[in-house]
Each structure stands twice: as C-alpha cells, then as structure tokens.
C-alpha cells in the first residue's frame, strides 16, 4: 500500500501518472524509471551539469531574442544555476540505459528546472507555472542538447584529468632522474638483453604517459565544436536564426570555456565521432597504462624468487593465510581500472558506428561511459601516483648482481669479433655457468679470439676495455 498523499497526479500526452510528491521531476521523468529499471546507475555528475548549462543559457538566450517572458527567463535561469551547483542531484534518476537518444535525461532535466523555476514563482509542484516543453525546451530537441551535453560534460573535467596524467608523468620524470645511476639487465621478449639504466626505462614511461595527455588535449578540441540550435534534425526548425550563434557565446561566456560554432548542424548531430576520437584517446592512455602496471609488476616480483629491481610502497597486507606477503596491489588495481576503461571504449565505438541517418540513438551510454572513463581514469591514476610511484625505491644491489650475469653484454664485442664468435661465447659462458667477460678474457689469453676484420688476434686488455665499464653501454655508440 502506498502511504496516503505520497504521490501526487500528473498529466502528459499519454495520461495520467502518479510522482512522488516531492520529486521535482515528473510524468516523463517517472515513465522512465517505471520502464527501465534496469542497472540502478544514475546519470554522472558531468551530465547534469552539462544539460542544466544548456537550460540557463537557452532560457537567457529565447528572452533577449524576445521569445520568452523575463520572469520566467529568470526563474529558468535561477533553477538553472542550481542544478550545475549539484542542489537538486537527487532529483536526477533515470538510469543510464534507457529511451533511446536521451529524450529521458532530457526531460528529466526539464521537468526537474520546470518545476523549481515554478517554485521560484510561487507556484506549486507539478503546477508548471513553467512548461517543461514550451519554455525550458524552448528551441531545442534531446538531438541536439544530447550531443552538446556529451562534450560540455567532457570539457568540464578535462583539466582534472590532464593534472591527474601531468602530474603522473612528472613523478615518474623525477624517479627517472633519481634512478638514472642504477646500471642493470635489459629484456626483451622476457629474455636478457643489452644493458639499460633503470632512469632509462622510468624515463621512456613518463615521456608516454605526457604525450598520451597531449593526445587527449588535441581530441578534446573537437568536443569545443557544438551543434545545438539544430534541434530535431540539423535543420533549425523551432530555433530563431540568430539562436545557435548566441548559444554558443552563452554558454562560452557563462562556463568558461571557449567554444565554436558547428560549421554543419546536421553533421554534429548524425555523427559521434568526435566523442569516439577522445574516447579513443583515453583508451590509449590506458593501454599505456595497463603496460606500465605490468612492468612494475614484473620490476618488483619476488622479492626472493623474482626480478626485485624496485620496491614498491607497502600499503596493505598481501595475503589472508601467507604471514609476511606483499602484494603490488596498486599497480594490480591500476590494471584493473584500464581494463574497465578499455571495455567502456568498446561500448563508445559500437554505439558511435550504430547511428543511423539524422540521428544516433545510442547517445545514453555513449555519455555514460565517456564520464566513466574519465572517473575511473582521474581516480586510480591519482592513487597510482601518490600510493605507488612517488614511493618507489631501487634496488641498485639486485639489478647489478641480475646484470653480472647476463651473457648478452657480449653484444658489445661485435665489433671486434663479430656475432658469430659472440654467440658462441655466450653457450659457453652459460653452459658453464660463468661470466661472459671471464670466458672472453680467458679465450682472448689463449688466442682464440680474431677481429672481425683484421688478420691478428683479440688481448684480453681489448676484451676489458670494452666489458669493464657496463654504463657506457647503456649510452650508445661503438664501445669496442
């Protein structure tokens, strides 16, 4: 049963609906969370924001173009300026699967700004002094507000994630210059490879992380063009001519943000590509990502049965039954994060190309996911970065004692005595389970070593000039 007087009687075009009394949101809005109750997920911060900026700066824009009376102008705006300050949250509640190309959000916000601006003016709840359709959509559709809302709620939290990106490539800058002395074993495929300084590989991870910020610098430009004053399909219709122009200096003056007319309103709304290409771009951030985590992973096995080249920041207890263990588990959650991200890309690009003609009605989850993209990505790479990277040590001691064994610093006598010769130092050399410069200087003593290219024999003073100082062949050149 429900309690008496809980509810209160709305009508829409397709009848009557019961709305809970106090919700400021109403028959659209409850149609919706009647008919998708689907994942409980309710509409990121981002989109609310983006969608009550469109609503002010309409209202404002339809008075000074003379279509919308002054009080109500301002009651909208007023109402407005609330819902972007996060006072009516709340009030939002249709999940994230639902009608197709957001006609729900659309009228959730709506009618959540019709109903508080009819607050404003003295009026009651679902009284609608202010018209959720006539006024607070004056001039617009859910095709092209959508659109827009998708790249203002982008736009919004773009400077937190770049801070988040720069600030993690800067802490691994700086470990890169902390541990540019630490001399130890190169690998590629897994397997031992030419000297390399730990500086060196912390270096080249920072320089990836700053340039995969620069590519979601440049995707985000595109999300500065907007198409709203299209409405229904890119024509105009129901918009006075000079309404997409005052829109977007509104809403450039009113957030901050400096944004630019759509050069073709019916290509801003048949086409998500730009919303796909900053999709692609934090994806590609976190591939990067997923690839440092494993590194760190690999770097910091062990301890006594693993590589053990950095110490990573104990957090947390590592086990619930093994006394003692340490787990990466920072570096275990970043992987985690991006493989969430990557997957909610997925779901960008699959409903990017499902568009169809004027319109692409899988707008919802395209915004769902952007937003969650870039939550995830802004939350684990600040722990990432404060709980792991600027806490990282190494362990000068395990690296060199790992690269006094490597057999493939042999590399460095090809100029001497050519890749064959080396190739069969190293058998030797790990056949027997010794040093390759022993083998080499023991081979050169009793002659059996020839330059490549003239007809006299190896010294062994050649074999240690060249093997002696293991640094210099992490810094190019011909050492031999």
Same mark, same amino acid.
């Not at 130890?184 to 320089?207: C, I, M, N, W």
């Not at 063009?225 to 105009?236: C, E, H, K, P």
């Not at 002659?447 to 062994?460: C, F, M, T």
């Given at each position: 049963?429900?309690?008496?007087?809980?509810?209160?009687?709305?009508?829409?075009?397709?009848?009557?609906?019961?709305?809970?009394?106090?919700?400021?949101?109403?028959?659209?809005?409850?149609?919706?969370?009647?008919?998708?109750? #689907?994942?409980? *997920?309710?509409?990121?911060?981002?989109?609310?924001?983006?969608?009550?900026?469109?609503?002010? /700066?309409?209202?404002?824009?339809?008075?000074?173009?003379?279509?919308?009376?002054?009080?109500?102008?301002?009651?909208?705006?007023?109402?407005?300026?609330? =819902?972007?300050? !996060?006072?009516?949250?709340?009030?939002?509640?249709?999940?994230?699967?639902?009608?197709?190309?957001?006609?729900?959000?659309?009228?959730?916000?709506?009618?959540?700004?019709?109903?508080?601006?009819?607050?404003?003016?003295?009026?009651?709840?679902?009284?609608?002094?202010?018209?959720?359709?006539?006024?607070?959509?004056?001039? $617009?559709?859910?095709?092209?507000?959508?659109?827009?809302?998708?790249?203002?709620?982008?736009?919004?939290?773009?400077?937190?994630?770049?801070?988040?990106?720069?600030?993690?490539?800067?802490?691994?800058?700086?470990?890169?210059?902390?541990?540019?002395?630490?001399?130890?074993?190169?690998?590629?495929?897994?397997?031992?490879?030419?000297?390399?300084?730990?500086?060196?590989?912390?270096?080249?991870?920072?320089?990836?992380? +700053?340039?995969?910020?620069?590519?979601?610098?440049?995707?985000?430009?595109?999300? +500065?063009?907007?198409? #709203?004053?299209?409405?229904?399909? !890119?024509?105009?219709?129901?918009?006075?001519?000079?309404?997409?122009?005052?829109?977007?200096?509104?809403?450039?003056?009113?957030?901050?943000?400096?944004?630019?007319?759509?050069?073709?309103?019916?290509?801003?709304?048949?086409?998500?590509?730009?919303?796909?290409?900053?999709?692609?771009?934090?994806? =590609?951030?976190?591939?990067?990502?997923?690839?440092?985590?494993?590194?760190?992973?690999?770097?910091?096995?062990?301890? /006594?049965?693993?590589?053990?080249?950095? +110490?990573?920041?104990?957090?947390?207890?590592?086990?619930?039954?093994?006394? @003692?263990?340490?787990?990466?588990?920072?570096?275990?959650? =970043?992987?985690?994060?991006?493989?969430?991200? $990557?997957?909610?890309?997925?779901?960008?690009?699959?409903?990017?190309?499902? !568009? $169809?003609?004027?319109?692409?009605?899988?707008?919802?989850?395209?915004?769902?996911?952007?937003?969650?993209?870039? $939550?995830? *990505?802004?939350?684990?790479?600040?722990?990432?970065?404060?709980?792991?990277?600027?806490?990282?040590?190494?362990?000068?001691? +395990?690296?060199?004692?790992?690269?006094?064994?490597?057999?493939?610093?042999?590399?460095?006598?090809?100029?001497?005595? @050519?890749?064959?010769? !080396?190739?069969?130092?190293?058998?030797?050399?790990?056949?027997?389970?010794?040093?390759? /410069?022993?083998?080499?200087?023991?081979?050169?003593?009793?002659?059996?070593?020839?330059?490549?290219?003239?007809?006299?024999?190896?010294?062994?003073?050649?074999?240690?000039?060249?093997?002696?100082?293991?640094?210099?062949?992490?810094?190019?050149?011909?050492?031999?």
């Amino acid at each position: 049963m429900k309690p008496p007087n809980s509810y209160r009687n709305e009508m829409d075009s397709m009848g009557v609906v019961e709305v809970p009394r106090e919700a400021l949101w109403g028959a659209q809005t409850q149609r919706a969370v009647i008919n998708f109750p #689907i994942s409980g *997920l309710r509409p990121w911060r981002a989109f609310i924001w983006a969608m009550a900026a469109i609503k002010t /700066s309409a209202a404002n824009v339809n008075h000074e173009l003379g279509l919308l009376d002054k009080d109500i102008a301002s009651a909208i705006s007023q109402a407005g300026l609330e =819902t972007m300050d !996060g006072k009516w949250d709340d009030h939002f509640v249709v999940d994230p699967f639902q009608a197709g190309a957001g006609t729900s959000h659309n009228m959730n916000a709506n009618e959540v700004i019709a109903n508080r601006a009819t607050q404003i003016l003295g009026g009651k709840l679902g009284e609608y002094l202010v018209h959720p359709n006539d006024h607070v959509n004056m001039a $617009q559709s859910t095709n092209d507000t959508i659109p827009t809302a998708i790249r203002l709620g982008c736009l919004w939290r773009l400077d937190e994630l770049l801070g988040v990106v720069e600030a993690l490539s800067a802490a691994l800058a700086d470990k890169a210059e902390e541990f540019d002395n630490v001399v130890k074993s190169g690998r590629t495929h897994l397997q031992d490879a030419v000297p390399v300084r730990l500086g060196q590989e912390f270096s080249a991870y920072a320089l990836a992380v +700053k340039r995969d910020a620069e590519r979601i610098r440049r995707s985000a430009e595109g999300l +500065k063009r907007l198409g #709203i004053g299209g409405t229904a399909a !890119g024509s105009g219709l129901n918009a006075h001519p000079d309404y997409h122009a005052k829109m977007i200096n509104k809403l450039s003056k009113s957030i901050g943000l400096e944004l630019f007319t759509s050069d073709n309103l019916f290509e801003s709304m048949q086409s998500m590509a730009d919303m796909s290409d900053f999709s692609g771009t934090m994806r =590609t951030l976190a591939i990067t990502m997923t690839r440092i985590a494993n590194d760190f992973r690999l770097l910091t096995s062990g301890p /006594s049965t693993g590589l053990d080249e950095i +110490k990573l920041p104990i957090v947390q207890p590592g086990s619930s039954i093994m006394p @003692g263990k340490v787990n990466p588990v920072m570096a275990e959650m =970043t992987n985690m994060a991006m493989f969430h991200v $990557q997957g909610n890309d997925l779901t960008v690009s699959l409903a990017a190309q499902a !568009g $169809q003609l004027e319109l692409n009605v899988m707008m919802p989850i395209i915004a769902h996911n952007l937003f969650e993209m870039m $939550q995830v *990505l802004i939350g684990s790479l600040r722990a990432f970065s404060n709980k792991c990277v600027l806490g990282i040590e190494a362990n000068p001691v +395990k690296a060199e004692a790992w690269l006094s064994k490597n057999a493939i610093v042999v590399t460095a006598l090809n100029p001497l005595i @050519g890749y064959s010769a !080396g190739a069969a130092l190293v058998k030797e050399a790990i056949a027997d389970n010794r040093r390759i /410069s022993e083998v080499a200087v023991e081979r050169a003593e009793a002659g059996k070593l020839k330059h490549i290219h003239e007809d006299r024999p190896v010294s062994p003073e050649e074999i240690n000039a060249a093997l002696s100082d293991l640094r210099k062949l992490t810094e190019g050149g011909i050492i031999s």
